[in-house]
């Protein structure tokens, strides 16, 4: 049973970076043809996929965000991390990550967390 669990802070500044993680258990991130999503839903809104780090370390990310988009990986803790720079109070959402295997649909998500930006 894999198992994933976002962790970060809570409350971010307007400009300045937000920084989460997601810890993988019960299933490694270098397994093949598996996909490691970052997906969030700000209030009132649909889920937005953000971006996504492939089994072998390839980046792919939502054409809107990928100026201020960063996801890499630390497989050696199986770990991935998403980064968002110059974030504003439009980032407010609920930060989700997610696992697909291949063109399939998400079979696994974390429990989500709340980012606030505000000053």
């Known amino acids: 049973q894999v198992q994933l669990q976002e962790s970060g802070p809570g409350l971010v500044k307007p400009s300045q970076t937000l920084s989460l993680t997601c810890t993988v258990s019960?299933?490694?991130?270098?397994?093949?043809?598996?996909?490691w999503s970052w997906i969030r839903q700000p209030p009132g809104k649909g889920l937005e996929w953000m971006g996504a780090?492939?089994?072998?370390?390839?980046?792919y990310y939502s054409p809107s965000l990928k100026s201020r988009t960063s996801i890499s990986r630390d497989t050696s803790k199986n770990q991935f991390t998403l980064q968002l720079s110059s974030v504003t109070p439009e980032d407010t959402a609920i930060y989700y990550c997610?696992?697909?295997?291949?063109?399939?649909?998400?079979?696994?998500w974390g429990q989500g967390t709340q980012v606030t930006v505000s000053s």
């Open positions: 019960g299933g490694s991130i270098t397994a093949m043809y598996y996909y």
């Open positions: 780090i492939s089994y072998s370390g390839s980046t």
């Open positions: 997610a696992k697909r295997y291949a063109k399939a649909g998400y079979d696994y």
